[in-house]
């Protein structure tokens, strides 16, 4: 699935911010997606209620929950996000969420280079399909 990198919104964010659902369609994912997220500790800060219990989510929170997909995306443990969401929580851990992104990023280019080889071998498969083809053809 394809997703925006970060959130559309127009200048006139609402200053109570956006329901579930309106920052649900803002991303492009389910409301449940969201609730799970905030449940699970995965943003960096649970999202603020209004008085009716309602969740609200502003820019900084799309902004975050935009980082959440594209992590996830990555393949990137749900476990790991919710550690990255704690660390974010307190200063002076820059160091601890430098580290997690630096294996994160070893783990992706690992992913990039399996991908790369399997791609390869398709190739060739399409390519020896086409070459059978074109030879059934020729002998028709």
């Known amino acids: 699935m394809t997703r925006i990198a970060l959130p559309s919104v127009d200048a006139d964010f609402p200053d109570d911010g956006l329901t579930i659902g309106q920052a ?46 594209m992590l996830r995306d990555t393949g990137m443990p749900i476990s790991v996000i919710r550690h990255v969401a704690e660390l974010s929580r307190r200063p002076g851990t820059e160091r601890e969420r430098l580290d997690v992104f630096v294996e994160h990023r070893l783990q992706v280019l690992e992913t990039l280079e399996r991908t790369r080889i399997h791609l390869g071998a398709i190739e060739r498969k399409i390519a020896a399909y086409r070459d059978a083809l074109t030879e059934e053809e020729e002998e028709e």
């Open 24 to 69: 649900a369609g803002a991303m492009g994912i389910p409301s449940e997606t969201l609730r799970y997220y905030d449940r699970a500790g995965l943003l960096r800060d649970p999202a603020p209620r209004n008085a009716g219990g309602q969740r609200r989510f502003h820019r900084e929170d799309l902004q975050w929950i935009a980082a959440v997909l």
